[in-house]
């Protein structure tokens, strides 16, 4: 499913066609997606205008003065910024439709497996935060709250597997199977080994390969998996990259020893036993 890095390449792809343009229309195909369309939401949004785009975890945000749009792209889901007139395909659920310096475009949502989200948040109901969904998420990867000495201090006393403990969000967010993975791997660390048992030297390490697992996955467009394509209909390459993730029974890039399969959570988790203890 898309993890951070392709909801940042979403986010960085739609912010010139919707930031500062005011949305004419609306258009919903369906009831909703996992969860029901906002009621009323054409009404709502109807010559608003977008104030920012943002993103929390794997939370695309659409920021209007009233509120804000969550959307949320599911297991398969991805958003294309076309032209008016482009006639919509069975899993096209949800356009809205923008002015642009050259007329109208149309942001579209394509969910063939239909477990993505397009909520709205008002702002009478507090900061966006506030939000059910968003609420419980721990720190941004990305952000300067991120450190190994944060992972350090949450991580006592945990006898959970530090793979599983990094994929719960609660420390911190965004951190999905794949990236988390090449993380662990490029870091030295077994992800079988209890969160608890890894010192603060270790986990600054790893706070700073995540940080650099993801920076360099969103500068490569994120990965191919399933359905996921960026906002103008390309790939992105970062799969070319992995040291371990999907590389089962294949050499290690680092010693050559055959990558190890597992899983944990049931979710498969990519390893070497040589270069990660």
Not at 107 to 134: C, Q, S, Y
Request: charged fraction near 25%.
């Amino acid at each position: 499913m898309p993890e951070l890095p392709e909801v940042e390449v979403t986010r960085r792809g739609v912010a010139p066609h919707l930031e500062g343009r005011a949305v004419r229309d609306v258009v919903l195909r369906r009831a909703g997606l996992r969860w029901p369309f906002p009621a009323g939401l054409p009404a709502m949004l109807a010559d608003r205008t977008v104030l920012a785009t943002g993103r929390r975890g794997k939370y695309l945000l659409v920021e209007f003065e009233h509120g804000t749009l969550i959307i949320h792209l599911g297991m398969s889901g991805h958003l294309r910024v076309l032209p008016p007139g482009v006639p919509p395909e069975k899993h096209d659920h949800f356009d809205m439709v923008v002015d642009g310096p050259a007329g109208p475009q149309v942001l579209r949502m394509t969910d063939p497996r239909r477990f993505g989200a397009v909520l709205w948040h008002p702002k009478d109901d507090g900061d966006i935060d506030a939000h059910l969904l968003l609420r419980g998420l721990g720190v941004e990867p990305l952000g300067p709250d991120f450190t190994g000495e944060l992972l350090y201090r949450h991580t006592r006393g945990r006898s959970a597997a530090v793979k599983q403990v990094l994929l719960a969000g609660d420390i911190v967010v965004g951190v999905g199977n794949i990236y988390c993975s090449e993380s662990l791997f490029r870091a030295g660390i077994n992800p079988k080994t209890p969160a608890g048992r890894i010192g603060l030297a270790r986990y600054e390490r790893l706070a700073q390969v995540i940080r650099e697992v993801l920076a360099e996955a969103i500068v490569q467009g994120g990965s191919t998996l399933r359905d996921f394509i960026a906002v103008n209909g390309q790939s992105g390459y970062f799969q070319q990259s992995y040291f371990v993730y999907d590389r089962a029974d294949v050499p290690c890039r680092v010693c050559t020893t055959p990558i190890r399969q597992i899983k944990q959570g049931q979710r498969s988790t990519f390893y070497c036993i040589k270069c990660q203890k």
